[in-house]
């Protein structure tokens, strides 16, 4: 069974904003995945401070379910090897 993957209806009120190398440890991929996502997914929201990119982590967590790849090692060597349920 696939999982299903649910978009927020509402507008998130105060999002959470990570740099690239916090999205790359978090998600355990590498910095480039992060990159070339933002030059490539338009579903994943980012922004620009001081000639830095900063990404919406729900975008992120988004991004990297979307691929079977990043998704395993989103849970292999990312967030997910600390939460249980996602095991």
Known sequence: MADK???PSKE???P???SVSEAASLGGVGGKTI???IKTDPNLR???VKNRYQIEFGSLLYFLH???KLKNKLK???L????KEWK
């Open 12 to 14: 998130i009120i105060t």
């Open 66 to 68: 979307k691929n079977t």
């Open 46 to 48: 980012f922004r620009i």
């Open 16 to 18: 959470i904003w990570i």
């Open 5 to 7: 993957i649910i978009l």
């Open 80 to 83: 997910g090897q600390y939460v």
């Open 76 to 78: 292999d060597f990312g």
């Open 35 to 37: 990159r070339r996502a």
